[in-house]
């Protein structure tokens, strides 16, 4: 999936969302409308409901860059703190300043997500940086959840898990 960036202040943007849920970060891309901003709020939920530490890091315009430790994604200033709940408005939450990202969320029609990914399929690269990704269908929250869970499941174990 290609990235859409945006101009700010700040330098190039993402137009994504970012999240903390326990110890790890993720990345949700999508087009606009796709529903980025609802999974971000669903999986933060949930990662609270189940006792797990839950942020976000920004929503909609997020800066990424690329260091020792591998993807840092960084909200956008003026929007720090705060995500769309679409025919609400912004909405206050926890929030972190960065995130080292863990996993990649792609939100995409469910006409271009393969039955069966294999691995190759399943990773993205940010410069030097090879991370693991999991498509998800655009407005089906249940099965993004859980792709979502599976993913972090993959990357964490069952202990470890947020969701």
Do not use: Y
């Amino acid at each position: 999936m290609t990235d859409t960036r945006l101009t700010s202040p700040d330098g190039p943007c993402h137009h994504a969302t970012a999240v903390i849920l326990g110890r790890f970060g993720l990345l949700l891309r999508g087009p606009s409308g796709a529903g980025k901003s609802s999974l971000a709020l669903h999986l933060l939920g949930e990662a609270e409901r189940n006792g797990h530490f839950a942020a976000l890091v920004g929503d909609d315009r997020v800066h990424l860059s690329v260091g020792a430790a591998g993807l840092v994604a960084e909200g956008a200033r003026g929007l720090e703190g705060r995500i769309e709940l679409r025919g609400h408005g912004l909405i206050r939450r926890i929030r972190e300043t960065q995130a080292l990202i863990h996993l990649v969320i792609d939100l995409r029609p469910i006409g271009e997500i393969e039955r069966l990914p294999d691995d190759a399929a399943c990773a993205v690269p940010f410069g030097p940086v090879q991370l693991p990704c999991q498509a998800v269908p655009e407005a089906d929250l249940p099965r993004q959840l859980l792709l979502v869970r599976h993913a972090l499941l993959r990357l964490a174990g069952e202990g470890a898990c947020p969701l």
